[in-house]
């Protein structure tokens, strides 16, 4: 016997949302939860290294798939965006890499040396997430233009 009740469209697309209000939690409480591991408890990426799948694999199966069905990764077609968000991966990981290791850096007693190491891992992160964040959006841009092309014909 089949079930024939059709759910309203605004049910499902609250539904939908609550979905993606949970895996939003979720994603959050992943990189608090490897964060106070890694920082606070100083465990090994071992203790960890489950949060660090499952955040970085959702990650990548979200941003792939967005990719493959064409949906915009970057709303806000602004091409400033893609140097904003490097910035602040570069500044982010530049402050983690100081405070991690920062006993180290204080016992070192090189103020120079600390800051050549800092501006280092600034350039280098900056470099690499504007690098990888390019390739999204130009692998988002070339995919969205071929569906479009499909559509129109």
């Not at 955040?55 to 965006?81: C, E």
């Amino acid at each position: 016997m089949k079930n024939n009740r059709h759910e309203d469209e605004r049910v499902k697309m609250q539904k939908l949302k609550i979905g993606s209000e949970a895996l939003s939690l979720v994603m959050v409480l992943l990189m608090v939860s490897m964060l106070v591991k890694q920082f606070v408890l100083e465990a090994s990426f071992k203790e960890y290294m489950i949060e660090f799948i499952g955040f970085f694999g959702a990650s990548v199966y979200i941003i792939i798939r967005n990719i493959f069905v064409g949906n915009t990764l970057f709303p806000n077609t602004k091409k400033k965006v893609l140097f904003i968000i490097p910035l602040v991966c570069g500044v982010t990981i530049t402050i983690v890499s100081f405070l991690s290791n920062l006993e180290s850096h204080l016992q070192s007693g090189n103020l120079v040396m600390t800051l050549i190491v800092l501006l280092i891992a600034f350039i280098t992160s900056t470099v690499g997430s504007f690098v990888v964040i390019y390739l999204i959006y130009k692998g988002n841009e070339k995919r969205s233009k071929k569906l479009e092309e499909k559509f129109d014909n």
